[in-house]
């Protein structure tokens, strides 16, 4: 385990300028009770490239972070810069795919979804953007679902179709918030499995959120895990690329120090 660097600290090591830089943000929420601070004095680098984890327990601040990140929410103090840029807005340099399956139109084929981000996101031509669309389904293995609808689609199906739909647009930043917590073990295995092949093959930079450690040593090139509220850093792991293949003595050993150093109760970390 390494302790959590401090915020200079990280700037300092790092040998090229961060895509995504969290510069010491905290990020409340007005409740019936009074203000509730949901993140205090985060801060953390990205570099392009890197995948991400920002893992902990239900609560902790890991989607909050997110959403900030993706310009839905406004820090309270601090400031998120993306390419050296502050993050106001939405924009789209940054894709988010949701844990909810309703992130289709449902009005739409599946290739019309993905083909419709790309004439609205990136202005291209409705043949271009077709055989874009068309390409990215296939690498999700939905090449023969390209004229379904959504509603006949099982859940992972539907998240096949988004992950399509985010890596077609080419984002700077792909933002991941537990978009395989709702399905089945085996499905969600498989997911985690291909969004992995996909990010490699691409090189794309992901930010991902989760509440489990398999699937943050699985997904992830370095982990971030959160206290519980409000969401603090509390520790920082390296993935080696070694320690990612399940079954394997460095998974079960880089698995059990993240839940010691953690997690105090071992069920808030199953999977």
Known sequence: MNVAPRFSELIENSAAAPLLVLDRVSISYATPGGELTAVDDVGFTLSAGE????????????????????????????????????????????????????????????????????????????????AVARHWL?????????????????GGMKQRVAIARAFALEPALLLMDEPFAALDALTRRQMQDELLKLCEETGSTTLFVTHGIDEAIRVGTRIIALSPLPGRIAASFDVPPGSRARGTASFAALEQQIQQSVFADPDAAHV
């Open 51 to 130: 995948r991400l984890v920002l893992l902990g327990p239900s609560g902790c601040g890991k989607s909050t972070l997110l959403r900030a990140v993706g310009g839905f929410l406004k820090p309270r103090t601090g400031e998120i810069r993306l390419s050296g840029r502050r993050i106001v807005a939405p924009g789209p340099d940054r894709m988010t795919v949701f844990q909810e399956f309703d992130q289709l139109l449902p009005w739409r084929s599946v290739v019309g979804n993905v083909r419709y981000a790309l004439q609205r996101g990136k202005g291209l031509p409705r043949r271009e953007a077709d």
């Open 138 to 154: 296939g690498r999700v293995g939905l090449k023969d679902f390209a004229e379904a609808f959504p509603h006949t689609l099982s």
